[in-house]
Structure formats: structure tokens, C-alpha cells
């Protein structure tokens, strides 16, 4: 299979602090990741591509500054969410896809909560 | 803006019934196309993933594609209580992209 694990499943953090999160390949390799992002009865936006070795990716309205994208191995990234705000508080997905022939497959997301 | 439309429900069906879940996308440059379900609180599963027209089957999940219309549909044979969830359609951004669009999904309730 294609494995991904993302660490931790639940954060909560005060307002102003940092938070990271990771995300792992674990039976696979992947040069490329994504970020989610899901607030409550929505549907997953894509926030940034992760690509190893090089910058992230982001999509428009998404502050780099803010959420800083790490991929420094095949089977690491990581998402740094800087000066948390409530109106951050979310759930966050990463993805990896192991080839075309498995589709992409999703960690288990991080719901941060941020007071 | 490239979209993603699905019916966001909910849709009831009784157990043993079959499932039908539609979805549209609006850039024609789009080639892979992927079901994902989703329980609440949890994160998307995939299900299937179908790059070619016509059906592609896999138990009891059927997922048909048609280019033409820009349509995307996944049939639930023997709907089961678990199968309960929402169920989020997902296209890639065009020829050669990596990113996916989701749709909003659509939440499906099988009645025991």
C-alpha cells in the first residue's frame, strides 16, 4: 500500500505560538506532498504543494510567511503554522501519491485548535 | 476558477439499495479523477481512481467517466450502514497537473 502518517492527530496552542506538524511517507518516497486545509462542513483546499528539496508551492490567498512548508527528505514534510490565530483553528490533511497507478493517499490530519 | 460539482445531499438509500453519486468539473484539460470517503472528523479514504472513459469497477464500488459530458458518477452496489459518510469527488487541475480540486461532497445516509 501507500502508507502516510501525520503526527499530531490534536494540538491545541495559545494564540502567538507556533505550531508544527508532520507529515510521513512511510512505504514510499515521495518528491511531492500537499497541504490541506477543512474548516467545519467544507470541502479540502489545497494550501500549498510541498516539493523536496526546493520551495513550497502555495496557492493564492495563502500566506507564506505564515505557513511554512519544509520537505527536506523523500518520506518528510513539514508544516509550520507561525503566529497562530483562532481563525486558524482547523483541520489540516497532507497527501502523498505513490505513483499514478495508486491515486493519492491522505494522512490522518491534525485538528489544531488554537485559544 | 476551475470547479468541482457535487450534490452535497444528503442522500438517503436503503440498505442493500444501490448508491449513485454524481459529480461535475468544469476544466476539460482534467485527466485523472478520484473518490475519496469521508467520515466525520476523520481524514478522505480513497476509494477508486479512474483516468479513462467508461466504468471501472472495483467490488462493490463502480466509478463511470464520460469526457465528453465532463461527469464523473460512483455506484454503491449493496449499500451498507458503514458506508454511510460524505463522499468527495476530486479532479486534477489539467494535462500533467499534480493538484487536485475537490468538490464539496456529498453526504450519503444508508438506512438499516
Known amino acids: 500500500g501507500a502508507v502516510v502518517s501525520q503526527h499530531p492527530s490534536r494540538v491545541i496552542c495559545k494564540s502567538g505560538t507556533s505550531v508544527k506538524i508532520e507529515c510521513r511517507s512511510l512505504?514510499?518516497?515521495?518528491?511531492?506532498m500537499f497541504w490541506y486545509r477543512q474548516f467545519p462542513k467544507q470541502s479540502l483546499m489545497l494550501m500549498a504543494t510541498?516539493?523536496?528539496?526546493?520551495?513550497?508551492?502555495?496557492e493564492q490567498g495563502v500566506e507564506k510567511d505564515k505557513f511554512l512548508i519544509n520537505h527536506a527528505s523523500l518520506t518528510l514534510s513539514t508544516l509550520t503554522v507561525t503566529s497562530a490565530h483562532p481563525e486558524d483553528s482547523s483541520f489540516y490533511i497532507c497527501?502523498?501519491?505513490?505513483?499514478?497507478?495508486?491515486?493519492?493517499?491522505f494522512g490522518s490530519g491534525t485538528r489544531l485548535t488554537v485559544v | 476558477q476551475k470547479e468541482v460539482e457535487q450534490n452535497s445531499g444528503p442522500l438517503s438509500v436503503p440498505e442493500g439499495a444501490i448508491a449513485s453519486l454524481n459529480c461535475t468539473y468544469s476544466?476539460?484539460?482534467?485527466?485523472?479523477f478520484f473518490w475519496y470517503r469521508q467520515y466525520s472528523g476523520k481524514s478522505p479514504e480513497l476509494i477508486m481512481f479512474i483516468y479513462s472513459n467508461g466504468d471501472k469497477e472495483d467490488g462493490r464500488f463502480t466509478a463511470q467517466l464520460n469526457k465528453a459530458s465532463q461527469y464523473v458518477s460512483l455506484l454503491i452496489r449493496d449499500s451498507q450502514p458503514s458506508d454511510s459518510a460524505t463522499y468527495l469527488c476530486a479532479v486534477n487541475r489539467g494535462a500533467g497537473s499534480y493538484q487536485l480540486t475537490f468538490g464539496k461532497g456529498t453526504k450519503l445516509s444508508v438506512i438499516p
Open positions: 497527501s502523498a501519491s505513490r505513483g499514478q497507478n495508486y491515486g493519492y493517499t
Open positions: 512505504d514510499f518516497q515521495a518528491t511531492t
Open positions: 476544466d476539460r484539460g482534467s485527466q485523472s
Open positions: 510541498s516539493n523536496e528539496g526546493s520551495k513550497a508551492t502555495y
